[in-house]
């Protein structure tokens, strides 16, 4: 089964959402925006969800985490949660 390791940044709004990546392009540490603004637990750690089967995020975050390129950031995502950027680390 294939598996990856990703980090986001989880926001209400789409609007905030392409705020974030804005300032992420421009050089911001995603580390430090996701422990300052995202809503969700893994802010703590600066976003990182670890690694992680195929399958088990919600549809709309997998499909971006298994499909789209490795280490660039994606989104704004839209799931039932919110607005995500969501950078993939690695898949295996």
């Known amino acids: 089964m294939a ?3 990703a980090r986001h940044i989880l926001v209400r709004t789409k609007e905030e959402a392409e705020k974030l990546k804005k300032q992420l392009a421009s050089g911001a540490d995603f580390t430090i925006l996701a422990k300052k603004y995202s809503q969700c637990n893994s802010a703590k750690k600066g976003g990182d ?3 992680f089967p195929q399958g088990r995020m919600l549809k709309a975050f997998d499909n971006t985490v298994f499909n ?3 280490l660039k950031v994606h989104g704004p995502v839209k799931t039932k949660f919110g607005y995500h950027l969501i950078e993939t680390i690695y898949r295996n």
């Open 3 to 5: 598996r990856a390791c």
């Open 49 to 51: 969800l670890g690694e």
């Open 68 to 70: 789209k390129p490795v």
